[in-house]
């Protein structure tokens, strides 16, 4: 059975950091491209970063580049989203997905398109 369980969310205070972290089971992890979402109260679910099967290649949202940083250990089949200079408008749940493919789409920052498989969410807060 094809599952993703995200977990690392919490509070934090603006300029903190966080780790979350992907564990996937059920598929062969090192076949396909993962991405992080993630969703506020009251908006759209957005992309935030994506990686391909390999780790070799990376996108972000203009958003959190230079502050966010995904990874994946094959050999662990889990992806991580090392978050950094956290503010206020980062509070979001965290949400990843499997891709369909083995690189990143050129469209890889919307839901509907390339995506198979969705985690259940962890809550980021970052507040004083």
């Known amino acids: 059975q094809l599952q993703l369980v995200e977990s690392g969310g919490g509070l934090v205070q603006p300029g903190g950091s966080l780790r979350l972290s992907c564990a996937a089971s059920g598929f062969t992890f090192s076949n396909y491209a993962m991405s992080w979402f993630r969703q506020a109260p009251g908006k759209k679910r957005e992309g935030v970063s994506c990686?391909?099967?390999?780790?070799?290649?990376?996108v972000y949202a203009d958003s959190v580049k230079g502050r966010f940083t995904v990874s994946r250990d094959n050999d662990k089949n889990t992806v991580f989203l090392q978050m950094s200079s956290l503010q206020p408008d980062d509070t979001a749940v965290y949400f990843c997905a499997k891709d369909i493919r083995v690189f990143c789409s050129p469209y890889w920052y919307e839901p509907a398109t390339t995506y198979d498989k969705w985690g259940q969410g962890t809550q980021v807060t970052v507040s004083s």
């Open positions: 990686i391909n099967n390999r780790g070799g290649s990376t």
